[in-house]
């Protein structure tokens, strides 16, 4: 019988600021155990102290670069060094670039940080993982996704349509891991529109934040943190939500096909077994 004292472990990508650390603070001062994962050491040292300061222990800090795979499989291995389980996932870190930018990987940055990144963390923790949350955004309604060619954005860069296509991406993984993983419950969810660091290297993105209405990453991280919570019973397994409640992606997001070929495709890029199911 699971022993129900033990503290809950919650990851949380993309945690030095933004939603993510919003999200750690508020599941900290909530009893969770938070772990925090991000790119830049120093901002990530001062997310822990924040979240330190807010329930008075210090969370465990992993550094990773999402548009470094390797930095990506290095973080599921340290993470399986250090838990036997992880209660809940949360797929928080994110990109988006004014320019066309190929990562080491041979990936568009927006689609390998905000997909392909997490789809094999994901897949590489997924028999330690007991409930997956992946935040995605109302973006994907610009999405324009081809499985057969997850680099058709570098081609004629939009940088928000290209942001949009690795959203719709977000839905769409959301939904088929729930069919690939039942046992494994997986959410996907709108924050809002959030001012937050994100896209602070790109003016385009700056501008947009200043005239568009826009919520405290608190806020945004509300969702987020009921549904890291809340009993799957009263969820449904693979779907979409924004403001706690139930939200209907756009047709493109919502493909049972298309969220195949997708997978199989992540699957081939990130060099794993598309295949592969969890349980005996």
């Not at 670069?65 to 250090?82: K, P, T, Y």
């Not at 041979?106 to 997909?115: D, P, W």
């Not at 997490?118 to 995605?136: G, K």
Request: charged share 25%.
């Amino acid at each position: 019988m699971e022993d129900l004292t033990e503290r809950r472990i919650v990851v949380l990508t993309g945690a030095s600021s933004g939603i993510g650390l919003a999200a750690a603070v508020e599941l900290a001062r909530r009893g969770d155990q938070v772990v925090l994962v991000g790119r830049d050491p120093a901002r990530l040292r001062a997310a822990g102290e924040r979240v330190r300061e807010s329930c008075g222990e210090q969370p465990e800090l992993f550094r990773a670069d999402f548009a470094v795979l390797d930095d990506v499989r290095g973080l599921a291995e340290r993470l399986r060094e250090h838990y036997d389980r992880i209660d809940v996932l949360a797929n928080n870190a994110g990109a988006i670039a004014l320019e066309p930018i190929t990562t080491v990987d041979g990936f568009e940055l927006s689609m390998q940080a905000n997909h392909l990144a997490p789809f094999l963390l994901s897949n590489l923790l997924a028999d330690r993982v007991r409930r997956m949350v992946v935040t995605a955004s109302d973006a994907h309604r610009s999405g324009v996704l081809d499985p057969d060619d997850l680099n058709a954005s570098l081609r004629h860069y939009r940088p928000f349509r290209a942001y949009g296509t690795s959203k719709q991406a977000n839905i769409l993984f959301t939904a088929e891991a729930a069919r690939r993983w039942p046992e494994l419950p997986a959410y996907a969810f709108h924050p809002g529109v959030v001012r937050t660091r994100f896209g602070n290297e790109s003016r385009l993105v700056a501008l947009g934040m200043r005239l568009l209405p826009f919520r405290s990453p608190e806020k945004g991280a509300e969702t987020l943190v009921w549904l890291a919570r809340q009993d799957p019973s009263r969820l449904v397994d693979g779907g979409y939500y924004a403001d706690r409640k139930p939200h209907r992606p756009r047709p493109k997001a919502a493909d049972p096909a298309l969220a195949a070929r997708l997978w199989t495709a992540s699957a081939k890029a990130v060099g794993i077994d598309g295949a592969a199911t969890l349980g005996p």
